[in-house]
Every structure is written in structure tokens, then in C-alpha cells.
């Protein structure tokens, strides 16, 4: 499975269940277009309670890099959860 099934599957069984998902792009998409600050996990998710969690999705050989773990590390630090999840069933354990 790639990682945009993968992604897809999260955001609809999320979303289905509530949630609110942005998918969030991160990098540049042209020379004066700013996304998300590189690194920034891939789905921003809020629950209907008020808490965000931060996805990171990855395939079951996957790696997370340098630049994707600085962010985590700094989303942490303000109290943010953040999960790196190869399947729906990482997210069942971990956000609901």
C-alpha cells in the first residue's frame, strides 16, 4: 500500500468517526509560495473534544527524516501529540 492510501484510509476512517483532518503540504510550491514549514507531519487531525493530534504516515518500510523528526520534537515541546502511523489500525490505538 502506498503512503497516500495509507493516507487516504486515516483521513476517511477519521473523518467518518467525527474527527477533523487537514492534509498538510509542507515545503515550497513555488519561489514565493510558503506551505507548512518542511518537516510538518501530514495530517493535522482534531477531535471533536478539542484535543489535536499530529500524523505523520509512513509506509511499513518507511523512514522518517532528520527534518520530519526536528518538528516532531518541536511539536512535542508544546504539549502536541504526534504519531507516526503506517495504517488505520495505528490510529485506532492511539487517537480514539
Known amino acids: 500500500m502506498t503512503e ?4 487516504r484510509d486515516i483521513k476517511k476512517y477519521l473523518e467518518d468517526a467525527g474527527f477533523r483532518v487537514y492534509r498538510m503540504n509542507s515545503g515550497y510550491l513555488k519561489k ?3 506551505l507548512a514549514p518542511p518537516g ?5 487531525v482534531i477531535s471533536p ?7 505523520e504516515v509512513k509506509t511499513e518500510t518507511g523512514k522518517v527524516s532528520d527534518i520530519q523528526l526536528v518538528m516532531h520534537i518541536i511539536l512535542a515541546s508544546y504539549g502536541q501529540l504526534v504519531i507516526i502511523a503506517r495504517s488505520v489500525e495505528d490510529v485506532k490505538e492511539i487517537v480514539i
Request: hydrophobic share 35%; net charge neutral.
Open 40 to 44: 510538518t507531519p501530514d495530517l493535522m
Open 49 to 55: 473534544f478539542g484535543k489535536t493530534t499530529w500524523i
Open 32 to 34: 514565493n509560495v510558503k
Open 4 to 7: 497516500s492510501e495509507i493516507q
